[in-house]
């Protein structure tokens, strides 16, 4: 090989290096990653509730965030399989339900605002309304969370049937609402005569509930539902084991201390995050499991 | 600005000026804020009901589905979000049967309404507002209302309380605005308005200042004023005009020395005969102060009888005709006249239109005296000259008398003795011969005694009158003098007295002997007629004639006496001697007398 051929050789190669590392530069720094946030009704108000921590998480990983808002399971699973989300930030009944799609190693739980692992759902109802008890409900038209949510739908029902109450039957009407502000203001305003929200709405979102005008001092809870885990943010299983690091890596890093962090914390209505694990839902799945079976 | 005229009157051309320039700017201002704030107004009244309208539009457009899927928090935000815009005091969202959906105050939601804004908002398909206020501040604000509608259902309506406090705070801050603006526009305007009035009056209180000196006299102030607008050309034209009035004073000054310096009166009259100027001699000597005479009417200094400033009289000068070294009398204040050579003529302008007439006069009240005495002098002279003359004819026919009588007979006696001496001793033939001659000598100093006698006193004329007499001498000049006389007469003697024959015999006489003394003359013709009421004497030679003024000229001492006595002589008779002559053309000497 002459010299020539030599330098030649030399100049291709780095010339396909180059083009190599700008390829995959440029197919990572293109590509944007899609976090799908459930359950939220309202798009507007779910981008408000989770923008800060988007921004965030653009800052602390350097990539571009899209928010999508998947209206029920049925798009949340399409959009999973297609690999149109990469990041997930659901209940955990959700999870259960799509937990082989995601990595199971890189798991995180979501605090609540007190910093706990457990949410459950509140039965709020108008102090005037004369309806202290869920056997008061019979009758009564009742809004539920969204059909993804834990708290507010899938153990809200058990507690109406704990309490006797067929929800197909024995209510006069019952709805699927947004969120919780949502789900108050409709029975503020009398237009449900009792809602299931959040068990710290009440008492924690004043900001939110003056926004519409509600005033918590009319309302009461009446009941509360079971426990159950936290939300979960999980990652899709072929998901660049990178990018999930430095996601939960920034994740894991907000802390309620910091004023600034405390901010985003707050407006996603959690209180932090922790690592989780596969198992910490097997209650979840127990539940959704007996109820199935029942 | 409230002044009256009279306060208005005392301030000065720079005050007045700023203070006209600033009320037009505060006017203006004024004016300007009104109209602006009026139309800031209109244009905020719009704007406010655009914006109402285009909130409400939007609300009506975005509550369509929240409307149709009953979304009361969806329909809250869009209230709540609605209610952060300025000046919203409420939104209202009506379902079609009038039942609040969603209201800014959640204790509404649920309630009906049933008032006249809702009906009408209701079964309006268009946008629309009322004006109302609101019942707990009485602040004003606009209902703005407009349907919810989808296709051509009507899902409700939307009713925006829009304040008018909007439009107020605008028009109250633009108020203030121009306020302040109108302040410091006035401000800036008094002060540019105080530098514009400076800027123009300054330079007409200059001028006005150097009038004021050019009035008191002054006539060497210029103006150094260096502008090219209107007033740098006044302040040039005033510099011309004060050095033309400079010139013209001096040269006023000079004509007004020298009439003031005249000895004679000078008066300038109207032309309605009215006194304009009199000078100082005028004033002296008639005893009047100017003021008493200037716009006098002429007869104050003219007495009423003389005709020639009568109407006619004065219109004639008037017209042009003038009047030279014409006697007349001016009154003087006591009354007395005083006799004036008077001159006058009309007075124009330099376009020849006529100002007046300017009179002339002097004082001959002096001369008057003078001619008075010359007269009387000439009265006496000539008196005493006839004296003379009355006595020269009688010392004249005394020595004719004497010479014809005594030296004639004593002649007479010397012939007769000598003619004796002769007859006695005239045998002897030397002294008969003498004696002859003597005889003769004697007969010839006889004859020019006898002729002394008669030219001394022609007896003939008292003898047998002038008529014969003139005859008998002019026939004895001619043959005497050789010279052709013709003799035109007319019987004489009835015109005359004694001692006028005399006298017209001796100026013939004086004549004849002018003629043969002097004239050369070869013939004469003589004249004495009588002609209706007046006598004509003339002697009329073909001589070498004689320079007539230089005849009078002379001095008494070459002045001759037989002119001179003529002249007498013929005045004496009452008339006046002419006497005309030219070289080599003759003379002619002549006079009448009225009878």
Redesign the interface.
Known sequence: MSIRELGNGIVAFLFFFCLLAGLSSAEEGGKKIVIAVSPCSDVVLSFKKFHPLVTYLQAETGMEIKLVFPPDAAEFEAQIKNKDIDFAFQDPNVYVKFAPLYDQNTLLKALSLKGGVLQSGAVVTRKDSNIKTMKDLVGKSVMFGSKLSASKWVVAKMLFEENGIDIDKDLAMYANGGCCEDILFNVFLKAFDAGVVCDHFLDEHAKKQRELGVNAQELHVIATTRWVPTRVFSARKDVDGKIVSSFDRALLKLNSSNPEHAKILYSAEVGGFQQAKDEDYDEMRALIGEKKAR | MGLCPQQWLKFSLRIKLTLLIESLVVIIVVVTGIITTMREKESLESELRKRGLALAADVAKFTTSPMLS?D???L??FV?HSMEQDYVRYVILLDPQGKVVMHSN?KE??KIYRDSMTAVAMKSEKHGSFRASLPENGEHYYDIYTPISLEDARLGTVRLGYSYMAVEKEIASARRQIFVIGMITILIGGISAYLLAAFISLPIKKITDATGKVAAGDLITRLTIRRNDEIGILANSFNEMTENLRKTTISRDYVDNIIGSMNDTLVVLEPDARISSVNKATCELLGYGEEELIDRDMHKILPMEETLFSDSGFQRVLAGEKIINLEIDYLAKEGTRVPMLFSATVLKDKEGRIEGVVGIARDITERRKAEEALRQSEWELRKLSAQLLTAQEEERRRLSVELHDELGQSLMVLKLKVRAIQRAWGAEAGLKKECDAVINYINEVTENVRRLSRDLSPSILEDLGLTIAVRRLVESSGKLYNIDCVLDMTELDALFSRDQKITVYRIVQECLTNIAKHSLASHVAITLRRQEDSFFFEVKDDGQGFDVQDAFGRDHAHYGLGLSAMHERVRMLGGALKVESRKEQGTSISFTLPL
């Open positions: 009953n009361l928090p969806t809250r935000r709540n959640l939601v649920g």
